[in-house]
C-alpha cells in the first residue's frame, strides 16, 4: 500500500545513500505490508453498519426487460434495492462513447448485464436476495461473432455495427505490390484473453458528511471513477471523493470496469445512507467483467527478393462487445502497430472495432497491439519460410533504426533499440545453432519412429525455436497525453521529507517504488525517505490514469521535474547545495518553520515536435517506442497436441532500468501472460455466456507451465523520460504469441494461424498436414 | 439456522475459540472471526492457493476446509510467519527479489513455501521442485521467476555460507543479495514460522 | 460463496459405529452426505450448488486412513489422502500408477486435504485415481450398519456420476490385490492429459498394464480409461484384440480401432470429443510402444 509508513529498510538504505538511487534494486516500497499480511485490499475492509451487494444479472445476451419479479416467499426485510430508477443523475457509465448504462433499463445487450442491486448487512442475505429477484426477459436473436456483426443483419450499433473505423496510409500500397518480387498473405485470429488479476473486483462506497460521496476500492485510475460518479449521482467534483485500496493486479482489467462497480457501490450506498461492499467472486469477475478484444487480422506484404518490405496492407477486426467502451482507443492503437517494427515505404492499414451482444472488451496490458503483432509476426516467420531465409535475418533486414518513417508518418528520432534487443537475444539464445540443433533431432526421431525405434517412456516430441520483435508506443496515443494535462505535485510533508502527490497507482508494477527513486535521486535522498500519498483524489491532483505504459515514463519525468524545482527552492533557501540525507531534512523544516509550506506542481507539456491529426492518424503517434525480442522453445507432444515451453530468452529496449528487479519482473510477468494468450487461455462460450468462469477451467500458467525467463535489458535512452527511461509495463505481452507460433513451426512444420494454440488445435492440425502432405 | 459450534484451535502459537457455523469456510473463520485478513481469497475452489495456511503443518487451501474440521488443530497464517514487526528470511527475500508484485497471491505463497522449506531442510530445493510445490498457488504478475528465485536465494541464506557457495550456480545477476548479514538472525525466525 | 454455508449443519461421529449409525438413521429423512477432505464439496458450494444441508463429518475417523501392506495386496484407508498415497513407500513399490496419478490430483495443498475414498465418492469420470483402481482390479470395501460388504471396483459404477452405494453406506477402504499388478514382469503405465501441466483436470487419462510372455505372445494386459465415457472404463475390446497377439505395429493399430468401440468421449467445457478419440488411441499406442518397442514395428 502506498501508504506512507517508514520502510524496514530505512537503516539499510540510509546506509547507502552514496548510492544512487535511480538504477539501484531498492526494497518494493510497501512490501513489508505486502509479506507479512498486513496490507489491506478492499475486501478486508469494513466499515461500521456496512451492507453487501450483490448484482443481479442478465442470462441472455440480448432482449427486453419484461418484468422484473421479487420472490414473494421471500423474507426483504432489510433488503435495500436499486435499479436504474434510483440513479440521481445519468444512467452511463462514462467512457469515450457514454453509451454503456450502469443498469439495464429496458435492453439487455449482453448476458451477465447488470439490472438490478441489492444489498444486505448480511452476506448470505444479500446472496440469496439476489436468487430471489426474477427477471423477465423478452429474447432477441443476438449477434455473438465479428462475421455476423459485419454482414448487419441484425443492428445493433448505427448501420453497420462499427464502433469506430481507423484507416493509416503511407505511400503507394498498389505500387509497392507491382514491384514486389514475392507477395504473401494470410489471415490470423486470436480470442478473448481474461486480464486475471488475483484480486476480483470490489468497491466501497459511503456517504459523506457533505452530502457527498466517498468510495474506495481496487483501481487503477480513481480520477476515472471520480468522472463517472460525477455523471451518475449528479454530483460536484468537490463532492465525489475516490481513493485507492491496495489493488491485486490489474492488466487494464480496472481501468474502466472500477466505474461500473464503483458506481453501483455508490448507488446503494446513495439509497441506504449506510456504507455498502460489493467485492465479486471469481464466477462474477470473469463471467461479467472485460476481456481482451477478439480480432481477425488479414496481412498481405510484398518483399524485395532479399526480404526487405516493399508494401503491406492490413485488415484489422476487434469485436468491441456491446458498448464502445474502451475499444475506439484500443483499437486505434492496434492498427497504429500493425504493420510490425518494420520499415516499409507503402502501407494501408483499416482497422474497425464492431458491436456484439457479448460483455464489452477492455483495456488489457498491451491494448490491441498483442493482437496485431501476434498477427504480423506470425505472418513475417511465414514469408521467411517462403523466402527460404532465417526468421531472424529476415527482422534484421527490416527492422526499424533511428531515421525510419513509421506508417503514420512518425520520424523514429532517437531511442531504437530493435535491432539490439535481436541480437542481443540471438547471441544470449544461440539462436542459429539451436536452430539447426533442434531442426537435426527432430528430424532423427521422426525416422527413429519410423524405423519403430521407441523413445523413453514411449513420447513422440518435436522441438522447436521460434523468435518475434515487437514494438510498443508509450504514453497515450496521438494528442492523448496533451488533452490528458496530467498534473503531479511534489511537497514538504511536516517532518521535511518529501511527498509524493499523484493519482498514479501502485498495483504491483512497482510505481510507488519508482516514484521514490526518481524522487529520491534528484533530492539526493534514499528511496526510503520518499512518502508517497494514497492515491485519493481529495489529495491528489489529476495525474492521469494508470495505463498505457506511461507512469514511469510521463508522470516519472513528471516528478523528476518536481524533485528538481522542490531542490532548487531549498537551496535558494539555503544559499548553498543540499547535502542530502540528515542535511535536507534539516533545510526543509528550516524552509517550513520560516517561509511555510512548500508543493512544487508540473503539468505535462508536449514536446514542440510532436504532431498528431485525430482525422487523418497522421503525425507523431507517441514520444517514443519501446521494443522487444523474445525467444521461445518448445517441447510439442505429437500424441497430445501439448506444447511444453522449456525456456524465453528475450531482450527488451526499455531505456533506462530505473530499477533492474522491478522491470524484469514486469517482463517475466508479461512474458507468462503472452505465454497463456498464445497457449492456454481461451474464453469458452455458450448460448452468448462464459461458459468457463470458473479458474478451474479457465486456465492460467502455474509455476511449473512458467518456463525459466531470461531478461536481458537493453537501454537506449529516451530523451523524453526521466533519467532515459521509457514504457515497459506492456510490451512484454506483444511478443510472446508471434514467437510461439513460430516456434511450433519449426518444431512441427505446422504453422497455426489461430490462438490460442490449444492441444485440440494443435493435434487437428498436425492430423490434417499428415493426411494432406 | 444451524446452531453455531464452539470451535477450539490454535492459531499462529495462540488457543483461540470462536462461536461460528460448522460448515463455514477455515477462511472466513480467520478473516472474520478472528480478524486475520492476511488469508486471501482468490477464487473460492482450491485453485489459486491465496487462502493457503498450515494445517497441522499441512499446506492446505482455507478455502476448502470446514469450520468443523479445524476443531483442535494448529493452524498458522501469513500472519504467524514472523514474530513481531521482524521479517523472516523467506519475506524479506520476497520483499527485495521481487517475489512480491500486487500481494494478495504473496500470503499463501510464502505459506506454502513455508512449507516446502520445513520439507528440505539442510539443502537448497531445486527449482523444478519448487514450482512444482508451488504449483497451486497461481500468481499473474510475476512469470513465477522471482518467485522461485525468492524461495531458493532463503533456502541458501537459512543453509549459511556452506549451501550458497554449492547452490551458487543458479544465482541469478538480479537475486537478492546482502543475505549474510541477515541469516542468523533470520535462521531462529524461519524456525519460529515453520511451528 | 454462493451457498448459506450458515444454514449447513455437520454431525461429528465418534467413531466408524456411531458414523454409520447416524448415516442409517438419516435415511428415513434428510440424509446426511459423507464429507471427507472437502476439497469437490467446496467447489459446488461456492458454485451455489448444494448437494444437501447436513453433511456426515468423516474427517476424524482415524481408523479410516493408512495403508497396509498385507503380503503384497494393499489396503488403503478411505480417508487416506493423496499427498500421503504418493509418498507411501508400499505405494510407491506395489502401485507406482497410483502414487503418479495421486501426485496429478489438484497441487500439493489439494493432495494435503483430498481422498482417495473422496475421489471414488465424488465418481467424477475424470477423478484421477479411478483409472488406475480400474487397472489394478480394486475392490472396495463399503460400510454399514449391516457390516462390511466387498464391491469389485469394476462395478461400482452404475453411471455418470452414480455408484452401486445404499444410502446408508460409506466407502470403508479399498484394496489392490496383488494380483491387481498382474504376472511378474507386467509393467505398469499412466499418464494424465489435463487441461496445463500441474493442477489440472484430466482431458483423457489412460492406466495400464502389459506383459509378453515367454511364448512371444501378451499374456497379461489391462487398459482403463478416465474422461472418455461417463464412467471411467476398462478397455475390454481393445484388450480383447492384444490378449494372445504377438506385439506389433499392426496389433497395436487393431487394439486402436477397437478402443474407440470402448470408449464414448463428449465435448465439453474442457475439450472435444474428437480430441479425446485420438488422444486415447494415441496413449493407447505410447502405452504399448513403451511396454514392448515392437508394438511399434
Known sequence: MPRATQSPFARQAASATLRPAVGASVPKHEGHDKVTGRALFVDDIRLPDMLHGRTVRSSVPRGLIRRVEFDPAFDWRGVVIADHRDIPGANVVAHILEDQPLLAAREIRHADEAIVLVAHADPERAEAARQAVRVEVEPLEPVLTVEDALAARVKLFGEDNVFKEVRIARGDLAAGFAAAALVVEGVYHSGHQEQLYLENNGMIAERSADGGIVVRGSMQCPYYVHHALQLLLGLPPEKVRVIQTVTGGGFGGKEDYPSMIGGHAALLAWKSGRPVKIVYDRLEDIAATTKRHPARIHVRTGHARDGSLVACEVDVVMDGGAYSTMSPVVLSRGAIHAAGAYRCPNVSIRARAVATNTPPNGAFRGFGVPQTQFAVESHMDRVAARLGLDPLELRRRNAYVVGDVTPTGQLLRESVGALETLERTAVRVHWSEKRRRYARENAAAARAEAAGRVAPGGRRLRRGIGLALSWHGAGFTGSGEKSLQSLAALELAPDGRPRVLVANTEIGQGAATVFSQVVGERLGLPPTEVWIETPDTDRVPNSGPTVASRTTMIVGGLLEQCARALRERLELFAERPLQGGADFRQVAKRFLARRGPLRVERRYQQPSHMEWSDETNRGDAYGCFSYATLAVEVEVDLDTGEVRVLHVTTAQDVGKAIHPVLVTGQIQGGTLQGLGYALLEEVRWKDGRVWNHQLTNYVIPTAVDAPPIDVLIVECPYSGGPFGAKGVGELPMDVPAGAVVSAIAHATGVRLDEIPITPERLLRALARARETP | ?195 | MRAALSTLEVARPRDVRHALALLHESVAGERLVPLAGGTDLYVSLNAGVVPGRRFLDLGGLSALRGVRDDRGALEIGALTTFAALREHPAVRRRAPALAAAAATIGAWQVQCRATLGGNIGNASPAGDSLPVLLAHEAIVRLLSVRGARDVAFRELFRGYKDLALEPDEIIGSITLPASGRGPAGARPFFRKVGTRRAQAIAKVSLAGLLRVGRDGRVDAVRVALGSVAPVPVRAARAERVLFGARPSAAVACAARAALLEDVSPIDDIRSDREYRERVAGNLLEQFLRSSDARFAR
Open chain 2, 1 to 195: 439456522m444451524s446452531p453455531l459450534v464452539t470451535l477450539s484451535f490454535t492459531l499462529n502459537g495462540r488457543r483461540r475459540r470462536v462461536r461460528v457455523p460448522p460448515m463455514k469456510r477455515l477462511l472466513d473463520v480467520l478473516r472474520e472471526d478472528c480478524g486475520l485478513t492476511g488469508t486471501k481469497e482468490g477464487c473460492g475452489e482450491g485453485e489459486c492457493g491465496a487462502c493457503t495456511v498450515l494445517l497441522n503443518g499441512l499446506a492446505v487451501n482455507s478455502c476448502l476446509v470446514p469450520a468443523a474440521q479445524a476443531e483442535g488443530a494448529r493452524v498458522v497464517t501469513v500472519e504467524g510467519l514472523a514474530r513481531g514487526r521482524g521479517l523472516t528470511v523467506l519475506q524479506r527475500a520476497f520483499v527485495e527479489g521481487g517475489g512480491t508484485q500486487c500481494g494478495l497471491c504473496t500470503p499463501g505463497i510464502l505459506v506454502t513455501a513455508q512449507a516446502l522449506l520445513a520439507r528440505t531442510k539442510g539443502r537448497v530445493p531445486g527449482e523444478d521442485e519448487v514450482r512444482w510445490a508451488l504449483a497451486g498457488n497461481l500468481c499473474r504478475c510475476t512469470g513465477y521467476q522471482k518467485i522461485v528465485d525468492s524461495v531458493r536465494a532463503a533456502a541458501r541464506a537459512r543453509n549459511g555460507r556452506k549451501d550458497s557457495a554449492r547452490a551458487g550456480a543458479g544465482v541469478r545477476a538480479d537475486a537478492p543479495k546482502k543475505r549474510r548479514s541477515s541469516t542468523g538472525a533470520a535462521r531462529t525466525r524461519a524456525k519460529a514460522g515453520a511451528r
